[in-house]
């Protein structure tokens, strides 16, 4: 049998819409790991908010967080630990820049320690979970250190122009891509940082072949996976570009998409 790393991202891919495991996408997974295979996620999440379901699944693989920019081994130190964090004076620069246009908020993550320029009760709930310390004010005056990533949340008819002043005037140092409904979220990371780059180093750690990668996702954040992986595997909800670039595309995230392509594949 030849072992595979089967790659899950977390929103609209591993997670039903309630942000749960379904009963038969764990159990598949589970006869996966029973079998052999090795099994890890690659989400945009920090640690602390993806921590829940990498226990949940009893993995014991590295994992990929903020698309890429920090990867490491939550059970073994030894492993190294890879954060590439975004130079705080092109964060001073974004920020300035975000003056001249409509957005409701940035905020920007130092790994687990979240710093947010206003204050809005709605968006903190997202980043509330795992109890980070949260900081409110101005980023450019309370953040310090260089931060893993950079949102920033704007009105939907202000993203397209927002993206596009990004591309023009800090392409060089910075990749951002949009997260999906209902928030209307640009996510900004060091430029040359995505899942792909981790999911490289892990598979490599492990002595897994790229054909050997069965790799699942839905967003514009999996594409550079998607296109890695052996087997670039689109959900039934992704996105179209995901899916053009797709080698299978499988049932969404509420239909056990997962499952159904692994078992069929892997003979489950």
């Not at 996408?25 to 990498?54: D, Q």
């Not at 940035?106 to 320029?117: F, G, K, N, S």
Request: net charge negative; no cysteine.
């Amino acid at each position: 049998m030849k072992q595979h790393l089967i790659v899950l991202d977390l929103d609209g891919t591993l997670l039903t819409d309630q942000k749960v495991i379904s009963p038969k996408t764990k159990l598949t997974l589970n006869k996966a790991l029973e079998a052999g295979h090795e099994v890890m996620i690659a989400t945009g999440r920090p640690y602390r908010s993806s921590e829940t379901y990498y226990k949940e699944l009893g993995l014991t693989t590295p994992i990929v967080n903020f698309n890429g920019a920090f990867v490491h081994h939550p059970q073994n130190q030894h492993w190294g630990m890879h954060h590439t964090p975004i130079g705080l004076d092109v964060v001073h620069e974004v920020v300035e820049s975000m003056h001249d246009y409509d957005f409701h908020n940035i905020v920007a993550e130092v790994l687990d320690d979240v710093y947010v320029h206003h204050h809005d009760e709605k968006l903190m709930d997202i980043f509330r979970f795992g109890d980070p310390n949260i900081t409110t004010g101005d980023l450019r005056n309370y953040l310090k250190t260089d931060p893993t990533s950079i949102l920033i949340h704007a009105p939907y008819e202000r993203v397209q122009e927002i993206h596009d002043h990004l591309s023009s005037v800090h392409a060089e140092v910075i990749d951002h891509r949009r997260w999906g409904a209902p928030w209307h979220v640009i996510e900004i990371v060091k430029s040359g940082m995505s899942k792909a780059v981790g999911l490289d180093r892990v598979s490599k750690s492990l002595g897994i072949p790229r054909e050997n990668i069965i790799a699942f996702g839905d967003e514009d954040n999996d594409l550079e996976m998607i296109d890695f992986a052996g087997v670039g595997v689109a959900m039934g909800n992704a996105i179209d570009p995901l899916k053009t670039i797709a080698n299978e595309i499988t049932l969404n995230n509420n239909e056990d998409g997962i499952a159904e392509l692994l078992i069929d594949r892997l003979k489950l």
